[in-house]
């Protein structure tokens, strides 16, 4: 068991480092390394923009038109459509479909246990990059499945629960994203 650690850091130029040793008066949760060029990538059909919900919103895509009103914006007259009919018509918009995923990480211990560190680090900057982005991010595991959300809180709950997550026995450990 540990008593002591020695805590470094290059920040912020990365020119120098510096440390320290600190007591350790319980335990410690190190938490996987984040690095973002390792983040899978959310697929088209996840992307920003792609996903349309059912419904009247502030999306882009066109959702129908209906005559216009004097509380209504302007800018949002169909023109062509006006001309046509005579009457001043709205476009209406879709609503864009929330940003959701989650990333199952099937955490089985298989033989290479540096493949399985490797998918820990792989799960954590894809938490991470889409989370920074502004998506709700969920994790499920094998045991365990923690519920979409987003925000710094929830990075945090992703990196402690992949931080203690065992391996267990079976097949070849996987990591993947699917939307919500």
Same mark, same amino acid.
């Given at each position: 068991?540990? /008593?002591?650690?020695?805590?470094?850091?290059?920040?912020?130029?990365?020119? #120098?480092?510096?440390?320290?040793? +600190?007591? &350790?008066?319980?335990?410690?949760?190190?938490? *996987? $390394?984040?690095?973002?060029?390792?983040?899978? $990538?959310?697929?088209?059909?996840?992307?920003?923009?792609?996903?349309?919900? &059912?419904?009247?919103?502030?999306?882009?895509?066109?959702?129908?038109?209906? /005559?216009?009103?004097?509380?209504?914006?302007?800018?949002?007259?169909?023109?062509?459509?006006?001309?046509?009919?005579?009457?001043?018509?709205?476009?209406?918009?879709?609503?864009?479909?929330?940003?959701?995923?989650?990333?199952?990480?099937?955490?089985?211990?298989?033989?290479?246990?540096?493949? #399985?560190? +490797?998918?820990?680090?792989?799960? $954590?900057?894809?938490?991470?990059?889409? &989370?920074?982005?502004?998506?709700?991010?969920?994790?499920?595991?094998?045991?365990?499945?923690? *519920? /979409?959300?987003?925000?710094?809180?929830?990075?945090?709950?992703?990196?402690?629960?992949?931080?203690?997550?065992?391996?267990? *026995?079976?097949?070849? *450990?996987?990591?993947?994203?699917? /939307?919500?």
């Amino acid at each position: 068991m540990l /008593d002591r650690v020695r805590v470094s850091t290059r920040f912020p130029f990365g020119l #120098f480092l510096k440390g320290k040793d +600190e007591v &350790i008066a319980g335990e410690l949760l190190v938490l *996987p $390394a984040i690095h973002p060029e390792k983040a899978i $990538a959310a697929h088209d059909s996840l992307s920003a923009g792609s996903a349309r919900a &059912i419904g009247k919103g502030h999306g882009t895509g066109l959702y129908g038109l209906r /005559d216009y009103t004097l509380m209504d914006d302007s800018r949002h007259i169909h023109w062509r459509s006006a001309a046509k009919t005579e009457r001043l018509l709205l476009k209406e918009f879709e609503a864009d479909a929330s940003k959701r995923l989650v990333i199952v990480f099937e955490n089985h211990k298989g033989d290479d246990a540096a493949l #399985f560190e +490797e998918l820990v680090e792989r799960a $954590a900057a894809t938490a991470a990059v889409h &989370i920074e982005k502004g998506w709700s991010v969920g994790l499920k595991t094998l045991k365990r499945e923690l *519920p /979409d959300a987003s925000g710094r809180a929830q990075l945090m709950r992703i990196l402690a629960e992949l931080a203690v997550m065992e391996g267990l *026995p079976g097949g070849k *450990p996987s990591v993947s994203i699917r /939307d919500v």
